[in-house]
């Protein structure tokens, strides 16, 4: 089964750039659905971006479209959520998820209930 672990969160301001990564272990992430999400206190977890499906189609939620961008190295076996512009409504726990049973073929998209392998999250703030 493959696990998930996110790195690269922390405080930025207005304006900045942060980039997480999602690495994987005990499988090929190129063999997944993997997509982020983010969670504030007292709401739900939503959707931000996605590698969702097998011919690398990729999603992104309106409101980081234009400046998050997602991508995935395989040779490192992680992925990747490049965050610019960033704005303190960004402010969140970030998780990565993987989604699928690892045979390459896969077709998600960015409801949380299709992702049965999470990360423990990444404090992100952006904060003056």
């Known amino acids: 089964q493959v696990q998930v672990v996110e790195s690269g969160g922390g405080l930025v301001q207005p304006g900045g750039s942060l980039r997480l990564s999602c690495a994987a272990s005990g499988g090929a992430l190129d063999s997944y659905a993997i997509a982020w999400f983010r969670q504030v206190p007292g709401k739900e977890r939503e959707g931000v971006s996605c590698?969702?499906?097998?011919?690398?189609?990729?999603y992104y939620e309106d409101s980081v479209k234009g400046r998050f961008s997602i991508f995935r190295d395989n040779a490192r076996n992680t992925v990747y959520l490049q965050m610019n512009r960033l704005k303190p409504e960004d402010t969140a726990v970030y998780y990565c998820?993987?989604?699928?049973?690892?045979?390459?073929?896969?077709?998600?998209?960015?409801?949380?209930?299709?992702?049965?392998?999470w990360g423990q999250g990444t404090q992100v703030t952006v904060s003056s």
């Open positions: 590698i969702c499906d097998s011919d690398g189609s990729i």
């Open positions: 998820a993987a989604g699928g049973d690892g045979s390459g073929s896969y077709y998600y998209s960015l409801s949380q209930r299709e992702y049965d392998v």
